[in-house]
């Protein structure tokens, strides 16, 4: 079984200031890990993902993650963050292929002007 | 031109009603899948199909049946709809091989 935890439902950051939201997860085998992004009213679209190979993971907007197996963590940064960054943040959890996926209960990021 | 889209986006029905909600992906993708998100945003994956066949069938009521006419479409039937039914259900696809998920935009579905 996989699962994975987000200590942290909600982050309050100041613009330009910079973030990290963390994710835990955990697996009896290899996992591919995702972050993806929700914004107000809409569905999800990923922000990167690692499936293997370098432990730094860039992605979209800026954003990045590192993978760090002993600690078996993924958290996700930003060095500056912007008002637009205001979203849910979902870290998930997957096996490859068509196995199923599973998704962590979401960090709110509040940018404060 | 949308690639993952779904109908209705808002849905508000009493209890005991059949609904169905619709899901077209464009992107010729092999899987797809319902997921149910609650009012605390947890996501919470119910069937996937790959190929119009059904691979992953979590522990749903059997009020909930999810149809794949084609590799394109993948409908959510409801029977009976109950208070806990509401929720934002997404349609998401994957290709074959790829991990990535692509996610429709919703429907929010309200029970009174």
């Known amino acids: 079984a996989q699962s994975v935890t987000q200590l942290d439902s909600q982050v309050p950051v100041f613009e330009e200031a910079p973030v990290e939201l963390r994710c835990n997860y955990s697996?009896?085998?290899?996992?591919?890990l995702f972050w993806y992004v929700q914004y107000p009213n809409q569905g999800l679209q990923l922000l990167l993902k690692?499936?293997?190979?370098?432990?730094l993971v860039k992605g979209i907007n800026g954003f990045e993650a590192e993978f760090n197996k002993s600690q078996t963590s993924f958290h996700l940064r930003k060095p500056s963050v912007h008002i637009s960054d205001t979203a849910e943040y979902f870290c998930?959890?997957?096996?490859?292929?068509?196995?199923?996926?599973?998704f962590g209960t979401g960090t709110k990021l509040q940018v404060i002007p | 031109d949308t690639a993952v889209s779904q109908t209705p986006k808002y849905l508000v029905t009493q209890m005991g009603n059949d609904k169905s909600i619709k899901c077209e992906q464009n992107?010729?993708?092999?899987?797809m899948y319902w997921y149910k998100q609650d009012s605390k945003k947890f996501l919470k994956i119910m069937f996937s199909?790959?190929?119009?066949?059904?691979?992953i069938n979590e522990t749903v009521p059997n009020r909930f049946s999810p149809k794949s006419p084609d590799k394109a479409h993948l409908n959510l039937h409801i029977n009976s709809l109950e208070l806990g039914d509401s929720a934002v259900y997404f349609c998401?696809?994957?290709?074959?091989?790829?991990?990535?998920?692509?996610f429709g935009p919703g429907t929010r579905l309200t029970v009174l």
């Open positions: 697996s009896s085998v290899s996992v591919y």
């Open positions: 199909y790959n190929n119009k066949e059904l691979i």
């Open positions: 690692y499936l293997s190979g370098s432990t």
């Open positions: 998930a959890v997957g096996r490859g292929g068509y196995q199923k996926v599973t």
């Open positions: 992107l010729g993708h092999d899987t």
């Open positions: 998401a696809t994957q290709a074959g091989g790829e991990d990535t998920q692509y």
